[in-house]
């Protein structure tokens, strides 16, 4: 697992983006990290139990980019925070991000047999292990985040618990989740209902990616507010780079087969706005995102690099 | 809503249990208070959203006895402790309850058509507006635990949210579910299977409702573990007691059709006991139960008497 982990970002076409910062060594050292402290979190495997845990871990130790992590840990860094209490909260929000795609995947969602290459995991297991796994991973990741060795105060612990429940709310990712589905019914929606769409169902997340890090660098206000525009901005100019790529891209890279928004008759940015005036906007919103942190020196440099890998990635 | 949980205590057989204690009177004023606190805390519904909100507030301003928060309630007073945060612990507990019970209903799950004599939450919406609502329902009882409104310190409510996330995930009631559903494949099941697969599967947020009262309480350990104890052996009582309504109720007073697990060859401890064998024993954990509140005085009275509720009931 961890292999494939450190090979996506080692692999990486953009690399290295300029002289004074290696993003692609540190998302691939951020992805190893992660995987060792999730592969910790998570319940072991035991010998006749159901298959529930087995489920957690095939849906969770899969690699990929570890994007919300690296954003966690980077918005950390801003304020001169490491450790592993950082580590547990980029690993909470990666199991929330995990158990939306396990319950996205679902028959009654968007129905998907494959992701990433690989089985869904209601079709590695079945639906009802699939359904507990999602919310098995939800309510680790609040109790990690309420838990003392995340961070010596409860009152950060607190604010952690709280705001990821935020984004994954009703008010956040779920809402965006359940617009997202009342969309495959009637499917007309303008670029500010998509942007709306987006920012719920996945900006939200990114969003705490942001937050969390300012709650856990005791942060200002201002710089938590900056944070956390940064991450949304960054999350629509990523989505957007995602359906271009679903486009343009190659199978062996994006790990789906090209098109499929497309032929799914599925609104994006793309069909929205065309190709060209899509990638406009997607440097639009990264460099506005990297405004955001004008308030910000070097200790920011890691996020401004993450904006502009959000729209320059090939994969 | 109010009128039908009102109702549906005021018509127990049972009451009053004795010249001291108005079950009844207490429990019906509880499902009112908790009515009311749930009310508050859903989401409003807005026009042109999505059902899920709708979902939500259906599977969960439905009246029931609202047995678990009554627990909450009363392990709380037993250290003389009652008020607006008591109501929202307890309410937050009810809402996983029923978040519990949607997915359990899920055709992937239980596949279930009714609930208290009403379509389950899949039938009166969609799969997708089901999973989702649940989901929220989750999030959202944990957010409510963490918020400053439910307690001023926040080390209190660290431990109700962690309390609440051990009791509802894989080593809980998740664990309880996947060990219900691998049973559907291969129902071989003793006593002691049967006992531990409730002790989890419903047990462990019975368990949480006692020992959130301690949290409230700021219990001493060996008062809080008395509250735990009692919980878990008053959950079996009541569940053998469910078994046995299930072989002896009647339609209306149980919402549902006797005989139905019998029917479904579902593993009971009537199947496993007896009917006779069964309601010895639902009386000797309710009597265990009791027991462990020895160190207490009148201030427990209330969950003796739920105690005896629990095995007494005709519904």
Same mark, same amino acid.
């Given at each position: 697992m961890q292999d494939s982990a450190q090979s996506a970002l080692a692999t990486?076409?953009?690399?290295?983006?300029?002289?004074?910062?290696?993003?692609?060594r540190a998302m691939a050292d951020t992805a190893e990290n992660i995987e060792q402290v999730l592969n910790s979190l998570l319940p072991e495997l035991r010998p006749g139990e159901p298959p529930v845990v087995a489920a957690m871990r095939y849906a969770t130790l899969a690699g990929g980019k570890r994007l919300r992590p690296f954003l966690v840990v980077s918005s950390a860094r801003v304020f001169g925070v490491t450790g592993p209490g950082v580590l547990r909260t980029a690993a909470a929000l990666e199991m929330v991000h995990c158990y939306s795609l396990i319950h996205d995947d679902l028959p009654a969602?968007?129905?998907?047999?494959?992701?990433?290459?690989?089985?869904?995991?209601?079709?590695?297991?079945?639906?009802?292990?699939?359904?507990?796994?999602?919310n098995a991973l939800l309510t680790l990741a609040l109790e990690i985040l309420g838990n003392a060795v995340t961070h010596p105060e409860s009152d950060v612990r607190i604010s952690l618990v709280t705001g990821l429940a935020r984004a994954a709310g009703v008010a956040g990712m779920i809402g965006g989740q359940a617009m997202d589905m009342?969309?495959?019914?009637?499917?007309?929606?303008?670029?500010?209902?998509?942007?709306r769409l987006q920012q719920l169902k996945t900006g939200a997340l990114f969003a705490f990616a942001g937050e969390a890090g300012a709650i856990l660098g005791k942060a200002a206000d201002d710089a938590r507010r900056a944070l956390i525009s940064y991450a949304y901005d960054m999350g629509v100019a990523f989505q957007i780079a995602d359906d271009l790529l679903d486009v343009r891209g190659e199978a062996k890279d994006i790990g789906k087969t090209p098109g499929k928004d497309a032929a799914s008759g599925?609104?994006?940015?793309?069909?929205?706005?065309?190709?060209? !005036?899509? !990638?406009?906007?997607?440097? !639009?919103?990264s460099d506005r995102a990297i405004r955001h942190l004008d308030a910000f020196g070097p200790e920011a440099d890691a996020l401004r690099a993450v904006a502009r890998f959000a729209v320059e990635r090939r994969k």
């Open positions: 990486s076409t953009i690399l290295p983006l300029d002289g004074a910062y290696d993003l692609g969602m968007d129905n998907d047999d494959l992701r990433r290459g690989r089985p869904t995991t209601h079709k590695a297991f079945d639906e009802a292990t699939a359904i507990l796994a999602g009342a969309v495959h019914e009637t499917p007309v929606m303008d670029l500010d209902g998509l942007i599925k609104v994006t940015f793309v069909s929205l706005l065309g190709e060209g !005036e899509a !990638e406009v906007r997607a440097h !639009e919103f």
